[in-house]
């Protein structure tokens, strides 16, 4: 199984790497641009750059997936954006799930982490990931930017931006309903929309998208398939026209997201990772396990015409209120099925709003110099509370206590924090080939936080009762520098060097937490990149490929510790990865096309003094005299890729069938921030996605077939170790990913 999925990776890649052959492909296109056929050029048109263009015009290493993609296979959430778009990981945990870029992202087990690729949501900076549940349905496209991009989105890019564009009411009365019964998971998933005028000025969308289904991991004390989901989504978009100079569109967000139960399976600490499909986990003091989210994002962007120059606002509110109750599956590995009666629990309801204000103008295109320059203000209010649970009839710390111990501790997190920023980027025309484009971005962020802990009750403190209050007032300053040269009709070479950052913060949820531990430092990232981008044969192959050097100063870092049970949170000193992206895509005939897309990765800590020790280290080894240079970056594959391939035969003047498969991989990954080469790699594998759907010629009906993970490969998202005392019989904890599911689509369009 090894060696066909290194193969599959490797034929992804070498696929994908062909790209690197477009200058040659080159050669063969006509020297005149007004010779070539427009009729068939498949072109993407993107927002990345603060105003539209075609994909192949940006000289930014992004992969595009649309709307219509992601609701073929039922998203749900960011996860499924890895199935088309090679380095890029998201991480999943009980708590919050973690997007990465090239190896670099925030480790979800310190909640007031800003992320290092930030989520955009038409516009508006989400930065926790309890904001962004509602955005994944009814979709116009999602941008994936990776590197770098605080120059033009700002706030907490130093690694990527990715940005999510619903679809907008349309100028015809229309709609669509569709539902889904998925056979594994014993629930349904209804969604739609209404979209029309409603008068000559007015134009309104409305979207929704309702879940309610089981899981896919057997709880035995509860009878029950965890993670239930019952989830209600609806958005309402208006737009209003009432001049040609003139318009503005506003979009409310409500979700309410219930997950009962988790996904944690016990495995053995001395063999691979070894996920079961069943666990046993009861009902704690602090609640049934699993998540309650309910929330609200608001939007509205107004565009005014001056003259040729274009007046951009943007206004946004963000609000959501959450709780999560963790446990770990009490199953003892390789026992036959027997549990251990400790359960270790905890809990963490969040609170935030968030205002923010963006002004911008934009320039005409077509002259020698262009240029979008703003504005941008944001102020948030975050809480976040965090109650740790322990039951151990059977506690044993030598010298200290000896029998069943029941406690609680309680901590309380708070955070105020502002920024503003400005920003430009200028565009220099030189030749009708060549562009320089500059780009600058000053941002200021102030934070006050402050952390406390308390013993609820229980015979002594398991863990260190501390409290801490810091503050925080930074600039950073993220310029960048691009070059871009067209050395044929649509082929286009560019080179680029840019910087991120994103803003210093505080210790939230680590018990101990004291003063001088609450505070770390902001950190940086600069990128070189260069790649080309390539449209050949009229529009019917699609080849890009880029290759770049990233690397950060002072990343920060959260990670587990197994003989405290707690976690080290700072900054790194530095890390590097550097790697190559490609992907291609190829219409050889009507109602055909295959893409590809790949990435090798290579990222290794620089300097890291003072780190968690690796389980391949010295028993001898201390934080206190730790240094990981040369070691690699957990979470992170040196080869990622995957091929999609769509088909659709005419069954006859009335009736069609379309046929869509997706392959994506990835090849053996450190997932436990301790690195275990016995439970903590995660094999490479290969997932198989398919889509078989019956409709009309005009689609205004469909009945489809969708089968995910039709190989049914069991995937950990993340992997720790559950250390004695907390539990007698230690074992590695498991975050188990979705195995294979089987679904039945029908669905109506008027």
């Known amino acids: ?44 048109i993107v927002t990345a750059q603060k105003r539209e263009q075609s994909l192949q015009d940006v000289p930014i290493s992004m992969e595009v997936v649309s709307g219509a993609k992601l609701a073929e296979f039922n998203t749900s959430d960011i996860k499924a954006v890895m199935n088309y778009t090679p380095n890029v990981f998201v991480q999943s945990t009980a708590g919050n799930d973690v997007i990465y870029i090239r190896g670099f992202g925030s480790p979800p087990a310190n909640f007031a982490f800003d992320q290092s690729v930030s989520l955009y949501v038409d516009g508006i900076y989400a930065g926790r990931n309890r904001q962004a549940q509602a955005p994944f349905f009814d979709l116009e496209r999602v941008e994936v930017l990776r590197g770098p991009q605080g120059a033009l989105f700002g706030k907490n890019t130093a690694a990527g931006a990715v940005s999510v564009v619903s679809a907008g009411p349309t100028r015809d009365f229309e709609g669509a309903i569709t539902g889904l019964y998925n056979f594994d998971h014993k629930g349904t998933d209804f969604s739609g929309y209404l979209s029309g005028p409603i008068s000559d000025t007015l134009g309104a969308r409305f979207a929704y998208k309702i879940v309610n289904q089981d899981g896919y991991i057997y709880n035995r004390a509860k009878d029950h398939d965890d993670p239930e989901i019952r989830s209600q989504l609806l958005r309402l978009t208006l737009k209003w026209e009432p001049s040609a100079n003139f318009d503005y569109t506003a979009k409310v967000e409500y979700g309410n997201r219930e997950v009962i139960g988790g996904i944690t399976v016990s495995s053995p600490l001395t063999s691979d990772q070894d996920p079961q499909t069943n666990r046993y986990l009861e009902r704690s003091a602090l609640g049934d396990e699993g998540n309650d989210n309910k929330s609200v994002m608001i939007s509205g962007v107004g565009n005014l015409a001056l003259g040729d120059f274009t007046l951009t606002s943007v206004t946004g509110y963000s609000w959501f209120k959450s709780k999560i109750v963790n446990g770990f599956d009490q199953t003892i590995p390789n026992s036959g099925g027997a549990f251990t009666a400790n359960s270790v629990y905890n809990a963490f309801p969040e609170r935030f709003d968030q205002f923010s204000q963006e002004i911008r103008i934009l320039s005409p295109t077509g002259r020698t110099f262009e240029f979008v320059a703003g504005a941008y203000y944001d102020k948030s209010n975050y809480q976040l509370e965090q109650f740790q649970g322990f039951n151990i009839p059977n506690l044993n710390i030598p010298g200290v206590f000896t ?21 430009g980027q200028g565009t220099f025309n030189a030749t009708d080939a060549l562009r320089v484009i500059g780009s600058l971005r000053y941002s200021h962020t102030k934070k006050d936080g402050d952390f406390a802990s308390r013993l609820v009750y229980g015979p002594f403190a398991i863990r260190p009762i501390s409290s801490a209050e810091g503050s925080i007032s930074e600039g950073n300053v993220d310029p960048s520098v691009t070059v871009q040269y067209d050395v044929a009709p649509r082929v286009m070479l560019y080179a680029t060097w840019g910087r991120g950052s994103k803003s210093g913060g505080f210790v939230s949820n680590t018990l101990g937490t004291v003063d001088s531990t609450f505070t770390f430092e902001p950190e940086q990232s600069e990128n070189f990149e260069a790649g080309v981008k390539s449209t050949l044969f009229d529009g019917k192959v699609v080849a890009n490929v880029s290759a770049y050097h990233t690397k950060f100063k002072d990343l920060q870092v959260s990670v587990y510790q197994p003989a405290t049970s707690s976690y080290l949170t700072g900054n790194a000193a530095a890390a590097t990865s550097k790697g190559v992206e490609g ?46 240079a040369g070691y690699p970056v957990a979470y992170a594959s040196k080869w990622t890729g995957s091929v999609t391939a769509h088909a659709r035969f005419d069954m006859s003047d009335d009736m069609k069938l379309d046929i869509t498969g997706v392959a994506a991989g990835r090849s053996k990954y450190f997932n436990s921030d301790n690195q275990s080469p016995i439970f903590g790699v995660q094999n490479g594998y290969v997932k198989l996605d398919l889509r078989v759907q019956l409709a009309d010629q005009d689609d205004s009906w469909h009945l489809a077939l969708v089968g995910k993970n039709l190989t049914n490969q069991k995937t950990i998202g993340s992997a720790f170790n559950l250390p004695a005392p907390i539990t007698p019989v230690p074992r590695a904890i498991l975050y188990l990913e979705p195995t294979r599911n089987i679904s039945i689509e029908a669905g109506i369009k008027f």
Do not use: H
């Open 1 to 44: 199984m090894k060696a066909r999925n290194q193969f599959l990776l490797s034929g992804v890649a070498g696929i994908a790497m062909l790209a690197g052959a477009a200058p040659a492909f080159a050669q063969a296109a006509p020297a005149d641009a007004a010779e070539i056929d427009d009729s068939n050029t498949n072109e993407i």
């Open 583 to 628: 992907s291609l895509s190829i219409f050889p005939i009507d109602n055909f096309d295959i893409s590809a897309s790949a990435a090798y990765s290579d990222i290794k800590y620089d300097d890291y003094p003072g780190a968690a020790c690796l389980a391949s280290q010295p028993a001898t080894c201390t934080p206190a005299t730790n240094n990981l």
């Open 403 to 423: 029998g069943p111990y029941f406690g609680r501790i309680d901590s309380i997190f708070n955070q105020d924090a502002e920024s503003w920023s400005v920003f």
